[in-house]
């Protein structure tokens, strides 16, 4: 009765452990039961009974001596049963046989040339320092040169970028630079081959701070930066409103507080007449508008200059004007 227990017993933990080790079953599959695909782009994938097979040995041979690839080699599939060959610099034809423990299998393909990049770009953003990011597509590129300069028109003996120069991108595709002391444009360009992408950015001066655009910016730096737990905040906001706002005009503007109301007749030359008791000109004025005084007589018809007997000729003078009224005969 014991020993039917034991046996019982360990046929289940057989069971179990069948169960949770599907690699370790495929990884010593049945004869004729390892199948190897290989694409035309270097995916080599290893299965068994249609099941992955880690750690299965994969070696790659060339089979032109005279030919050249620098994925020859052996190693172990993965977790998916797969390798992930080099792309060849031109096309290549290569040897695979995948073993494990029971079996081998082997196959052989060419593998297609890289074409290169096809969308090529770069992305500059900064968060005080300045980072480069080089794509093609959606994928990030490893080992890419980015040239860093300051962009034309910049006068490079007033303006200095300790970033430029050249660098190559990390596995993530990036390059990290320190920003600027100063604002300044800097052109950034990304190699790969004979493919170039090529941006200019305005990187901003480190520690510099922007000059708000508007009122609301100059409102919201105040809110963000200046209010204190001192007073009420509505209290101070209302304060900074009241005295920078740009509508709030200077106490000296506009006309003296004594200063009347315009006249009907604003904006003539001259709104000056004569003095009250001055009286309306005559009729017969002269050019002047001014007649003789009240007093003067009438000239002297006859007056030439020479009457009156005197060799002067001073009486009843050339102007026609007579004596006045009290002068005596």
């Known amino acids: 009765m014991n020993r039917l227990r034991l046996f019982v017993s360990t046929l289940a933990v057989v069971v179990v452990l069948a169960m949770l080790a599907p690699g370790a079953v495929a990884a010593e599959p049945d004869d004729d039961d390892l199948e190897l695909v290989v694409s035309d782009d270097g995916l080599v994938s290893v299965t068994a009974n249609e099941t992955a097979v880690e750690n299965a040995t994969v070696e790659v041979e060339l089979t032109d001596d005279n030919a050249s690839y620098a994925g020859t080699g ?17 096309p290549v034809e290569i040897e695979v046989t995948a073993s494990t423990t029971a079996d081998s299998v082997s196959t052989t393909t060419t593998l297609a040339a890289d074409d290169g990049v096809e969308d090529l770009s770069l992305d500059v953003t900064q968060n005080g320092d300045v980072l480069v990011e080089v794509t093609d597509g959606n994928e990030s590129l490893e080992g890419v040169t980015v040239d860093v300069a300051l962009a034309d028109g910049e006068d490079s003996e007033n303006v200095s970028y300790a970033g430029t120069g050249s660098y190559t991108t990390d596995d993530n595709g990036t390059v990290s630079l320190a920003g600027p002391d100063e604002t300044v444009d800097v052109t950034f360009t990304a190699t790969v081959d004979d493919e170039s992408a090529e941006t200019t950015e305005t990187l901003q001066g480190v520690g510099e701070e922007e000059e708000p655009e508007n009122f609301g910016q100059l409102l919201q730096d105040f809110k963000e930066n200046e209010l204190t737990d001192n007073e009420t905040q509505g209290l101070q906001i209302a304060s900074f409103v009241v005295e920078n706002n740009p509508g709030n005009a200077p106490d000296h503007a506009g006309p003296p507080s004594h200063a009347g109301p315009p006249g ?40 030439n200059g020479n009457s009156g007997g005197s060799s002067s000729g001073n009486s ?3 102007n026609g004007g007579g004596p006045p009224d009290h002068a005596g005969p």
């Open 316 to 318: 009843g003078g050339g």
């Open 74 to 90: 052996t190693y172990p599939t993965d977790a998916d049963g797969e390798v992930d060959l080099p792309e060849p610099e031109e």
């Open 264 to 303: 009907s007749d604003d904006g003539n030359e001259s709104t000056q007449g004569p003095p009250e008791h001055a009286g309306p000109p005559g009729d017969d004025d002269d050019e002047n508008g001014q007649g003789p005084p009240d007093h003067a007589g009438p000239g002297n018809d006859g007056g």
